[in-house]
């Protein structure tokens, strides 16, 4: 997926999962064109609430390839406001290339250099989708380090993310800031947008 596509999802994310209802058309017909996997639609399907799933739905997205983004607007026949807010969006002309994230989202200064608190890394972990691993890698920590937060909380990913986070943190104490994890976000090509909520 193109990444301004991909940024996209992740700023309107919440948004998105609060206004469509997912399982009626959208993710039958992104199946029919085989941008989802059968185990993806389960995996969908299989979230509590409506809600969840459409966040499941957008954590899989980025990662279907070019078509999925056009096959997803097309997917919102019955959301017509929403994709036409999407198309205005991708009309606006944005920052220019040269310009670097910390410039786009005019991080202060300040915040940067900010050691994030618990509550701070809680919110961080619950925004981040499927590239969570990718993000705690860069971030230094091991294999074995993901392997252990993954089966210390096989029934929460939020758990999982938020403990390697923690771990991260306490291991580089004063250097844990968030523009270390800015660069690891951009890494693992997560929008920098998921650090609105450290703001």
């Known amino acids: 997926m193109d990444p301004l596509h991909?940024?996209?999802?992740?700023?309107?994310?919440l948004e998105l999962s609060g206004q469509l209802l997912v399982s009626d058309t959208i993710v039958p017909f992104l199946y029919q064109?085989?941008?989802l996997t059968e185990a993806q639609v389960e995996d969908v399907e299989s979230q509590p609430t409506n809600r969840q799933k459409c966040l499941k739905l957008l954590d899989i997205l980025p990662s279907r390839g070019p078509?999925?983004?056009?096959?997803?607007?097309r997917s919102l026949e019955e959301f017509s406001w929403v994709r036409d807010k999407l198309l205005l969006e991708l009309q606006t002309p944005g920052p220019g290339p040269g310009a670097s994230s910390t410039d786009v989202w005019r991080v202060p200064g300040s915040v940067l250099q900010k050691v994030p608190s618990d509550r701070d890394l809680s919110r961080l972990a619950s925004r981040l989708g499927s590239e969570w691993e990718a993000v705690l890698m860069d971030l230094g920590l091991s294999v074995e380090d993901l392997f252990r937060c993954r089966s210390d909380h096989q029934l929460?990913?939020?758990?999982?993310?938020?403990a390697g986070l923690v771990q991260w943190r306490r291991?580089?104490?004063?250097?844990?800031?968030?523009?270390?994890?800015?660069?690891?976000?951009?890494?693992?090509?997560?929008?920098?947008s998921v650090l609105e909520v450290l703001m």
Not at 67 to 73: C, H, K, Q, V
Not at 156 to 162: E, I, K, Y
């Open 33 to 35: 064109e085989n941008i």
């Open 67 to 73: 078509r999925a983004f056009d096959s997803f607007l």
């Open 6 to 13: 991909r940024a996209l999802l992740r700023t309107y994310r």
């Open 156 to 162: 929460s990913t939020h758990g999982a993310v938020l």
């Open 171 to 192: 291991c580089e104490g004063k250097k844990a800031t968030v523009q270390r994890l800015m660069q690891s976000l951009q890494a693992a090509d997560v929008h920098p």
